[in-house]
């Protein structure tokens, strides 16, 4: 189990090198030699199916590469059955490539050699790996054939046939049915229909196997799991703004042995992202960190953080032994010094007395002292409002809006002659914050609208008893604070301007822009990975888990 890690990696790659040449080797006409004391001694069945069993493990060899590089015990167990066949077949081809046979058996001693080396148990398979599997079978088994029947000795057909022909030909033969090219021997045309049959019969197998297999999913957070990080996170007083979105339904949660700390967590891509900083007792913040990783090793997955602050960054740094890099930064309204007064201010000011002229009013609620009308109206609106855009987020934002649930969030609702025109929605950050979640106007609606919202909910926070007013997030943040000094050297603008062009799309610089203009404290964000060259998977695994969230903000 404490194998070098480089080592199935590298029995991974050779094993895709080895399936790809497998396959290659039986099409190509140049691979391949003849014996033509099998091709008489067997009959057509046996010869056709053995050849299309030795492309269809080529193939399977190159889908489990990735697998044994991941240290899977059940690509491993599979990838020697399947070396096994394609050996035992080979023997049974019309035509054989002693090197393959050669690599097969020198693959096949490495993986027992090195057995201990996979060890990790499967990821639970999608919904969608069937139909996936169906479809990439389809496809490379499709265009084996028709390579096997283009790299054919042109001697062999009755006529030139067409490239077209041939697909037809090979599609009829997937289903049993006799295509439109012929042969002038009765033996080859035997070997080629018995060879798109059993290609025909594999890539049925595919998906009916991928269906079939039995492997545990990971658990979500259970209704007793959200109830218990709802009461670790409101009694922390030094819980990061980010704690209560470890309730996500989409998420799972590792716990350490008593229960009083845990990390929310999803796993993407051979990644296990943890969301946040760990919460709970922060004395059990390594024991969770331990069993974390302890699960993280079981499974061989990357383990990695998104979005944690420079509190838990540390603890993860420091018992992990995570290489970190700073994203951007989360602006935090500290709500007694809170003020419209000041130059600073002039254009927050003066937006939120011009919304006010135009007749615009805001009022925060506890979702819990909502109308039930009202509710059901602004779960409508913030369906509409997003404007055929999917929800999204991981870290920084909830899956659902307005739900029974979470009684304790708070809803700012802007209006104008009565009609709800914008909202925001916070969850509870512990006793004495909040933390913004979604944001959301009508389009259309006149300019300004957001800066009355946020300046309203300070002013109730301020007279409920609340110090923290937790905003979005802005990637990049320190990049453009330095980019707009005077000592900024060509890179760092250079890299602003690409961010800037980038802003077209992902509203990256305006977001931070927006939030500059409150006289935030900010709070860095971090991603957390193990070693640099785990960088770009976790970086896009993280992608991956936000859905390309518009901006990296919190909604």
């Not at 046996?46 to 050849?51: D, E």
């Not at 096994?84 to 002693?98: E, S, V, Y």
């Not at 090219?181 to 059993?198: N, Y």
């Not at 009461?231 to 980010?242: A, E, G, P, W």
Request: some cysteine.
């Amino acid at each position: 189990m404490k194998t070098q890690k480089w080592v199935p990696v590298w029995i991974g790659r050779v094993a895709f090198i080895i399936g790809f040449l497998d396959i290659l080797a039986n099409v190509n006409s140049r691979w391949r030699i003849r014996v033509h004391a099998l091709n008489t001694a067997f009959p057509a069945f046996v010869t056709g199916s053995a050849l299309a069993a030795a492309i269809f493990t080529g193939l399977l060899l190159m889908i489990l590469a990735r697998g044994l590089g991941r240290r899977k015990r059940r690509a491993w167990i599979l990838a020697i059955g399947i070396l096994i066949i394609n050996i035992i077949t080979d023997l049974f081809r019309g035509r054989q490539h002693p090197l393959q046979i050669a690599l097969g058996l020198t693959l096949l001693a490495i993986l027992i050699i090195f057995q201990k080396s996979f060890y990790a148990k499967s990821d639970p398979s999608t919904r969608f790996q069937p139909l996936i599997g169906f479809g990439l079978a389809l496809v490379v088994l499709f265009v084996a054939s028709v390579l096997l029947l283009e790299f054919r000795d042109q001697s062999e057909f009755i006529g030139r046939p067409s490239l077209w022909k041939i697909c037809l030909y090979v599609i009829e033969g997937f289903v049993g049915v006799t295509g439109p090219v012929t042969f002038h021997s009765e033996k080859t045309s035997d070997l080629l229909s018995f060879t798109l049959g059993t290609f025909g019969f594999f890539i049925i197998l595919v998906p009916i196997w991928s269906y079939f297999r039995r492997v545990k999913p990971i658990a979500r957070m259970s209704d007793e799991d959200i109830d218990q990080v709802r009461t670790l996170i409101k009694h922390d007083l030094d819980q990061d703004s980010l704690g209560y979105f470890a309730t996500r339904r989409d998420k799972s949660v590792i716990w350490s042995p008593n229960r009083k700390a845990g990390i929310a967590y999803r796993v993407q891509g051979g990644v296990m992202l943890a969301s946040g900083d760990p919460f709970g007792e922060y004395s059990l913040w390594p024991a969770a960190i331990e069993a974390f990783l302890a699960e993280a090793e079981l499974h061989a997955w990357t383990p990695a953080v998104m979005g944690c602050s420079d509190h838990g960054g540390e603890v993860w740094v420091e018992h992990a032994g995570m290489t970190a890099i700073d994203i951007g930064d989360e602006a935090i309204i500290r709500v007694k010094d809170f003020t419209l007064e000041g130059r600073p201010m002039a254009n927050v000011r003066q937006m939120v007395n011009r919304i006010r002229r135009k007749g615009y009013s805001c009022r925060t609620y506890k979702w819990s002292d909502v109308d039930p009308e009202v509710r059901v109206e602004l779960r409508k609106l913030g369906h509409e409002w997003r404007y055929g855009v999917a929800e999204r987020g991981f870290s920084m934002s909830m899956d659902r809006f307005g739900e029974d649930i979470d009684p304790d969030t708070y809803i700012t609702i802007a209006r104008l002659d009565g009609a709800i025109k914008g909202l925001l929605y916070y969850v509870p950050w512990t006793t004495d914050g909040l933390s913004l979640d979604r944001m959301q106007r009508e389009r259309g609606t006149d300019a300004g609208v957001n800066e009355l919202m946020i300046v309203e909910t300070v002013e109730w926070a301020r007279e409920h008893g609340f110090n923290r007013v937790s905003l979005n997030f802005a990637a990049f943040r320190s990049l453009f604070d330095r980019a707009d000094k005077i000592s900024a050297g060509p890179i760092t603008r250079g890299t602003r301007n690409l961010i800037r062009f980038f802003s077209n799309f992902f509203q990256v610089e305006s977001l931070y822009r927006f939030n500059a203009k409150f006289q935030p404290d900010w709070e860095t964000r971090y991603v957390l990975y193990p070693r640099a060259a785990d960088l770009p998977k976790v970086g896009w695994a993280a992608l991956r888990a936000e859905k390309f969230i518009s901006g990296f903000r919190k909604n």
